[in-house]
């Protein structure tokens, strides 16, 4: 919905800002750092994507069987209801197979969260790891939103 979209969009604005506050305020700013800000900002921007995405399908596939079930008491031949359901089937497979990649890539990222949350705090900078800290639970909240809507 448009609600979780102005959602991710202002996480996503939350997240980086406070890393950009962080990193400024911790390090001397260089080109490195700018970088390093730039390319932050487009890995978490694209991670919040997958996280929204999982939740559009989800609710996509919901709307779907909802729309099909709500339909069922009307006056329709079996022939039409059987054609219905084995597109609905279809279109439910191939959301599968996308939201099984966007579970898969996000584990992973969420894995390499925890690797780089590692790498800072090994580097002394224990405050830089909050804005990780908050993206790598969107990722599971994701996951789990999905899967209590399906």
């Known amino acids: 919905t448009r609600q979780d979209g102005v959602k991710t969009a202002i996480l996503w604005l939350l ?3 406070s890393r950009v506050c962080l990193s400024i305020l911790l390090s001397t700013p260089s080109i490195m750092t700018a970088v390093h800000l730039t390319l932050y900002s ?5 991670l919040l994507s997958a996280c929204f995405m999982v939740m559009r399908s989800a609710r996509g596939v919901s709307a779907m069987v909802n729309n099909f079930m709500s339909q069922l008491p009307g006056q329709r031949s ?3 209801v059987k054609q219905e359901w084995i597109l609905i089937a279809a279109c439910m497979r191939r959301s599968c197979v996308s939201l099984q990649w966007c579970f898969m890539s996000l584990a992973i990222a969420l894995a390499s969260l925890a690797v780089l949350a590692c790498v800072d705090l090994q580097n002394g900078n224990g405050w830089a790891v909050l804005p990780n800290i908050a993206l790598g639970c969107c990722i599971p909240a994701a996951m789990i939103a999905a899967a209590l809507i399906t």
């Open 15 to 17: 997240i980086v800002a």
């Open 42 to 46: 487009i890995s978490t921007a694209t």
């Open 78 to 80: 079996l022939n039409v």
